[in-house]
């Protein structure tokens, strides 16, 4: 079973930009979560989605959104790009909500110039 | 508030055995979380514990005391390979979801 996959890999953009980054999950895994890591603050909760629904929201601006698609694709937007939002995105899918197991994709490492 | 507490660094030689501490408070509790990661790479998942005491993995275990708020991860037989960060991550039983909340994560660094 392939594993979660996310595009692009890398991406440098400039402030004030946008960008959107995509992620694929697990073949049957309907909930995908976002996370910021940082070497400051280590790998930070954005939010989860789970049947085309934000069931939960980490503690960022109003900058940083998602959606997720009828198959369970998952895209996540941040717009007005600040320097301090270099960072790896990483996106995790699990099989359902409440204790199961989540797996990691590599991640999207962003550079703002 | 929600805290998660780990060592920053720690360093062991080849064949030892390593314990990583993590100590955390959460408003609620469903469920505690080791996952690994390399330099550049993803986490890949570890271990978990809901309830209370050891459970054991191959060469990794890992333990949780609810009461305490206190887990650890135990390695053995320490290879090169286990060279890592090693993150611990609680997931809150007050949110919906499945959120985690990690902590810096732990440098494990590996010598012959």
């Known amino acids: 079973k392939a594993g979660v996959t996310q595009t692009p890999r890398y991406l440098i953009k400039t402030r004030g930009q946008q960008v959107t980054l995509s992620c694929s999950p697990i073949s049957g895994h309907r909930s995908v979560s976002w996370y910021q890591q940082t070497p400051g603050q280590g790998l930070q909760f954005l939010f989860e989605?789970?049947?085309?629904?934000?069931?939960n929201k980490g503690n960022f601006p109003g900058r940083f959104s998602g959606r997720q698609f009828s198959n369970s694709r998952s895209e996540m937007n941040v717009s007005t790009l600040e320097l301090g939002d270099s960072a790896l995105y990483l996106c995790a899918s699990s099989l359902a909500q409440t204790t199961e197991t989540q797996y990691f994709g590599p991640g999207t490492r962003l550079l703002v110039l | 508030g929600q805290n998660i507490d780990q060592p920053t660094e720690m360093t062991a030689t080849e064949g030892a055995i390593v314990q990583i501490n993590c100590t955390y408070q959460t408003s609620g509790f469903n469920g505690l979380f080791w996952y690994q990661q390399h330099a550049g790479e993803a986490p890949t998942f570890l271990s978990y514990n809901v309830l209370d005491g050891l459970e054991e993995k191959g060469r990794f275990s890992s333990f949780l005391s609810r009461s305490k708020g206190y887990s650890y991860l135990l390695l053995k037989e320490l290879q090169m390979k286990d060279s890592a960060s090693y993150l611990c991550?609680?997931?809150?039983?007050?949110?919906?979801?499945?959120?985690?909340?990690f902590g810096k994560g732990t440098t494990l660094s590996v010598s012959s």
């Open positions: 989605y789970f049947s085309e629904t934000q069931r």
């Open positions: 991550a609680v997931r809150d039983q007050g949110q919906a979801g499945t959120a985690l909340i």
